[in-house]
């Protein structure tokens, strides 16, 4: 059997795209080297071209598993929390808070790649911003029907709760990078989760 070539083995693409992950966070796209790619993730530059036709497909990449690592870890938060629905979108909304405090270099990536470089690029990074979006706003929305049939939340103010809840989420995140004194993120998980439904509770008559 051939012997599959170093720059194929398994791990490989996985710690290219952990460097790239680095590199273009602290850096940018137009900043980004993809020699020190290929150093942090200690391989040879042809390796990353191996698995990479070249920086934009690197970056789309890096891009596109961090905004599925984000959805997945939500969607487990929700599928486990049990409960009311109530305790479920508490937990989804302080999991997807304190995820942006656990993963910085993922915030400064999407905060920096809002111009990429090329038209082209710019579209594709916008493809999987609408994306990403989207799925938050069609997770949220089903909690939240759920909610109204269960008698939980109030279907009178619950109408834009996905679509306003994405936006906190995406606003807090923008603080946060800018300046993370001003907006700590692990400590008002609790209260941004209990300000939202505050909102959309249904109350006693």
Same mark, same amino acid.
Request: charge should be positive.
């Given at each position: 059997?051939?012997?599959?070539?170093?720059?194929?083995?398994?791990?490989?693409?996985s710690r290219i795209?952990?460097?790239?992950?680095?590199?273009?966070?602290?850096?940018?796209?137009?900043?980004?080297?993809?020699?020190?790619i290929a150093a942090?993730?200690?391989?040879?530059?042809?390796?990353?071209?191996?698995?990479?036709?070249?920086?934009?497909?690197?970056?789309?990449?890096?891009?596109?598993?961090?905004?599925?690592?984000?959805?997945?870890?939500?969607?487990?938060?929700?599928?486990?929390?049990?409960?009311?629905?109530?305790?479920?979108?508490?937990?989804?909304?302080?999991?997807?808070?304190?995820?942006?405090?656990?993963?910085?270099?993922?915030?400064?990536?999407?905060? /920096?790649? @809002? !111009?990429?470089? +090329? *038209?082209?690029?710019?579209?594709? =990074?916008?493809?999987? &911003?609408?994306?990403?979006? #989207?799925?938050g706003r069609e997770?949220?929305?089903?909690?939240?029907?759920?909610?109204?049939?269960?008698?939980?939340?109030?279907?009178?103010?619950?109408?834009?709760?996905?679509?306003? /809840?994405? @936006? !906190?989420?995406? +606003? *807090?995140?923008?603080?946060?990078? =800018?300046?993370?004194? &001003?907006?700590?993120?692990? #400590?008002?998980?609790?209260?941004?989760?209990?300000?939202?439904?505050?909102?959309?509770?249904?109350?006693?008559?």
């Amino acid at each position: 059997m051939p012997r599959r070539p170093s720059t194929d083995q398994p791990g490989v693409r996985s710690r290219i795209l952990d460097s790239a992950l680095r590199e273009f966070s602290l850096k940018g796209y137009h900043r980004a080297i993809l020699d020190e790619i290929a150093a942090g993730a200690g391989v040879s530059k042809g390796a990353v071209y191996w698995h990479f036709e070249n920086k934009g497909e690197l970056f789309l990449a890096v891009i596109r598993q961090e905004v599925s690592r984000l959805i997945e870890h939500v969607k487990v938060v929700a599928r486990g929390s049990g409960g009311s629905v109530v305790a479920r979108l508490r937990a989804v909304i302080a999991a997807a808070v304190t995820y942006y405090a656990d993963h910085p270099e993922f915030c400064s990536l999407l905060q /920096l790649s @809002a !111009l990429p470089g +090329g *038209l082209e690029l710019t579209r594709e =990074v916008e493809g999987m &911003a609408r994306d990403m979006y #989207r799925q938050g706003r069609e997770m949220v929305g089903a909690l939240v029907r759920e909610g109204v049939h269960r008698g939980e939340l109030d279907a009178g103010r619950a109408g834009v709760a996905a679509p306003v /809840l994405v @936006a !906190l989420l995406d +606003g *807090l995140m923008s603080q946060w990078i =800018v300046d993370r004194r &001003a907006v700590p993120l692990r #400590r008002l998980a609790p209260d941004v989760a209990g300000a939202f439904l505050e909102g959309i509770v249904k109350r006693a008559d």
